[in-house]
């Protein structure tokens, strides 16, 4: 690995790297990973060998079982597909109602109030979690 870059490397106060990432190249990283590949070696000391992190190591390892990181498999460039965004041609002018036996619970369950005989009232709007409905009451009826 060639160390000689025209970038120093800048660290902060707790000695982690800082500033731009290092790009690896697919041939570096297939490189790496084939150390790693041999009889032996261990992923922690090649990776610390070459300055980069053992998970990251791993990661390029898994990417080579898939055959990732073949020259031949992966495009050096990216090409953008044409994309074209517009206004839908059909805007709802009013609101879905919804229809059968969900419509009848929706609309009966809109506003619930439960007055108990200890003066405590509940209100509820919306769908209800009768489970959860029940605990209340019963810390409710406790007071």
Excluded: C
């Amino acid at each position: 690995m060639d160390t000689s870059t025209d970038e120093s490397v800048v660290t902060d106060a707790l000695g982690r790297r800082t500033g731009p990432r290092r790009q690896y190249t697919l041939e570096e990283k297939r490189r790496i990973v084939e150390e790693t590949r041999v009889k032996g070696a261990s992923v922690s000391s090649v990776a610390r060998r070459y300055e980069v992190n053992p998970n990251q190591v791993f990661a390029w390892r898994q990417m080579y079982r898939r055959g990732l990181l073949n020259p031949d498999a992966a495009p050096e460039t990216t090409q953008m597909l044409p994309v074209r965004v517009g206004t839908p041609t059909v805007l709802p002018n009013k609101p879905v109602v919804p229809v059968g036996k969900a419509a009848r619970l929706e609309r009966a369950s809109k506003l619930i109030e439960i007055k108990l005989a200890n003066g405590h009232s509940v209100v509820l709007r919306g769908r209800v979690d009768t489970k959860t409905l029940s605990r209340v009451l019963d810390l409710l009826v406790r007071r």
